[in-house]
């Protein structure tokens, strides 16, 4: 008897019906979506990530594993002196956060060494145009200093040292070392030669006194 009558309601009201059965079958499409999700985003299991910064990329890849956790390299190119080669210098997320157990944790590791580039020639330009030169190339620490010159030649670069030494135009130096840029401070009137050749005088003989002069 219920049958019939539903069927009769069905006949009688086909369109209502197929909605409803539209409606009904969306919801139940939406919950095991929801429910699909839930599962494989991990919904509620998170986990601490592990502070891995300073250790080997070993070292880094077992404790991380260890927590039940994945990783991989973000970045593995720049070289920072203040750390040693190979260590994790930074991570992602940070140590100490909560994030779920499928998050991969990103290492950014120090490279074995930093990068050589081609020293470019410096003499005889201008201070600017050199610092220009050694920045553009990656060159970051670079110190001025200044010595008597002729005044036409104010700013120009008289010598060139490379972590304390002289190296060839041309030769490859690590992007990291220290670069001396010896400049002419234009303090010695060229116009007037006797000026010049005094001055010249002067700064041998005070070079000879200061090498003739025991050290302490």
Not at 36 to 46: A, E, L, M, N, P
Not at 50 to 66: C, M, N, T, Y
Not at 160 to 187: E, F, P, Q, T
Request: charged share 25%; aromatic share 6%.
């Amino acid at each position: 008897m219920k049958t019939k009558k539903i069927d009769n309601f069905r006949d009688r009201h086909p369109i209502l019906v197929n909605s409803l059965l539209m409606v009904a079958a969306a919801c139940v499409l939406v919950y095991i979506a929801l429910l699909f999700i839930d599962v494989f985003t991990s919904h509620g299991q998170q986990k601490q990530v592990p502070d891995v910064r300073g250790l080997s990329l070993g070292e880094a890849i077992e404790k991380v594993e260890a927590a039940g956790m994945s990783w991989d390299i973000s970045d593995s190119t720049q070289y920072d002196r203040n750390f040693k080669p190979g260590v994790v210098i930074d991570q992602d997320p940070k140590a100490g956060s909560y994030v779920k157990a499928i998050r991969s944790i990103y290492f950014k590791v120090n490279a074995m060494h930093d990068r050589m580039v081609a020293m470019p020639r410096l003499i005889d330009i201008s201070s600017r145009q050199a610092m220009a030169m050694l920045r553009t190339q990656g060159f970051k620490d670079i110190v001025l200093d200044s010595v008597p010159g002729p005044s036409s030649s104010r700013g120009v670069v008289m010598q060139v040292k490379v972590d304390g030494r002289h190296v060839a135009d041309g030769s490859s130096v690590l992007v990291s070392s220290n670069i001396l840029l010896v400049v002419c401070d234009g303090s010695i009137d060229d116009t007037m030669p006797d000026t010049v050749a005094n001055a010249v005088i002067d700064s041998v003989e005070i070079a000879q006194r200061q090498g003739a002069e025991p050290r302490p």
